[in-house]
């Protein structure tokens, strides 16, 4: 079994930076893809960005403002996000996937991943 933890979520300011910290634990050998999604009031789950071992996929509304790297040896994925908007309002959620492989179009599929953390909040403030 493999457990997620975000944590970093908070209350930023338009144009603001925050980053999110998904540390995994557990049977963590299996995993090589890992997520981010988020979710604000009233929508659906939508995907933000991935990385995997040939490198990163980004939702287009956030490429160029968020970054996603990790640190294997802490079993760590990072979201950096950075030029906050509004808009960026949401629970982030981080998931694990312990699938081999995977194009970008896979890895943005929530059905793609095994395990889930519980989610951090970020709110921007207009």
């Known amino acids: 079994q493999v457990q997620v933890v975000e944590s970093g979520g908070g209350y930023v300011q338009t144009g603001g930076s925050l980053r999110l910290s998904c540390a995994a634990s557990?049977?963590?050998?299996?995993?090589?893809?890992m997520g981010w999604f988020r979710q604000a009031p009233g929508k659906e789950r939508e995907f933000v960005g991935a990385?995997?071992?040939?490198?990163?996929c980004y939702e287009d509304s956030v490429k160029g403002r968020f970054t996603i790297s990790r640190e294997n040896a802490k079993n760590t994925v990072y979201l950096q996000l950075n030029s906050l908007k509004p808009e960026d309002t949401a629970v982030y959620y981080c998931?694990?996937?312990?699938?081999?492989?995977?194009?970008?179009?896979?890895?943005?599929?929530?059905?793609?991943?095994?395990?889930w953390g519980q989610g951090t909040q970020v709110t921007v403030s207009a």
């Open positions: 990385i995997k071992s040939s490198g990163t």
């Open positions: 557990g049977r963590t050998f299996g995993i090589s893809n």
């Open positions: 998931a694990a996937a312990s699938s081999l492989g995977g194009s970008c179009d896979y890895l943005r599929l929530g059905g793609s991943y095994n395990y």
